[in-house]
């Protein structure tokens, strides 16, 4: 089955960039996105890149989408510790709405 | 626009008795509502998937007869978790589509946390 995976922590100090990575291994997803979770709250979207993009910028975000590699990253500019919290990545099944979750990676930004 | 809301945030329970979670999608149509459970310092889990007016899909692994899920109207989805267990206790999150979103996005809801004394 599909399989998302990122690693688990990233620590950055504020107002410098931060850069997320995602592995994914369904070839055939159609779009993949970032959500961001605050504790004890759902998911905001934050973005999403349609699979025959390479990239998309939406203000402080940058996504990189290597779909060779089946790699996906977004970087933050300009990091803010309003951005401390667990950021995942999706992928979206080719067929159907279903979506895969990594498992999260922990930001912490230290002023 | 793309508001989900939850109702409740937070549930305790006892043993045995039965929660009903509410999501709601407050400013447009919901053709397909699906319903995630997390663990602490965990990824969501998809539970099921509920189209209005038919039956759930439920995930491998996912008892359809203890979580009960109902999808009565384009806006409103319910979970219920019947005869709750200590073990049923975590942080059940929904989120809703619609068909001709550009980017097929999953919006969610807050989330409730149901604690199963």
């Known amino acids: 089955g599909e399989d998302v995976e990122q690693s688990l922590f990233l620590s950055v100090r504020e107002g410098d960039s931060s850069v997320i990575n995602c592995t994914y291994t369904?070839?055939?997803?159609?779009?993949l996105y970032w959500y961001k979770q605050e504790p004890g709250a759902g998911l905001q979207l934050l973005t999403y890149?349609?699979?025959?993009?390479d990239m998309k910028q939406d203000q402080r975000l940058t996504v990189l989408l290597n779909k060779k590699d089946k790699h996906l990253s977004l970087r933050i500019a300009d990091t803010q510790t309003g951005d401390s919290a667990i950021y995942f990545c999706a992928e979206k099944e080719a067929a159907g709405n279903k979506l895969t979750f990594g498992g999260g990676t922990r930001v912490l930004v230290k002023p | 626009g793309a508001v989900v809301s939850q109702h409740p945030s937070w549930v305790i329970c006892k043993s045995g008795t039965s929660v009903k979670i509410e999501c709601r999608s407050l400013d447009f149509q919901a053709t397909t509502m699906f319903w995630y459970r997390q663990f602490p310092k965990q990824s969501l889990m998809l539970m099921a998937t509920?189209?209005?007016?038919?039956?759930?899909?439920?995930e491998q692994g996912v008892e359809k007869d203890k979580f009960l899920i109902n999808h009565a109207s384009l806006t409103l989805s319910t979970l219920t978790v019947t005869s709750a267990h200590p073990e049923d206790s975590s942080f059940y999150i929904c989120s809703a589509t619609r068909n001709g979103l550009a980017g097929g996005e999953q919006f969610f809801g807050p989330g409730t946390r149901l604690t199963v004394l």
């Open positions: 509920s189209n209005e007016g038919s039956k759930a899909t439920y």
């Open positions: 890149i349609f699979s025959n993009m």
């Open positions: 369904d070839s055939s997803s159609t779009y």
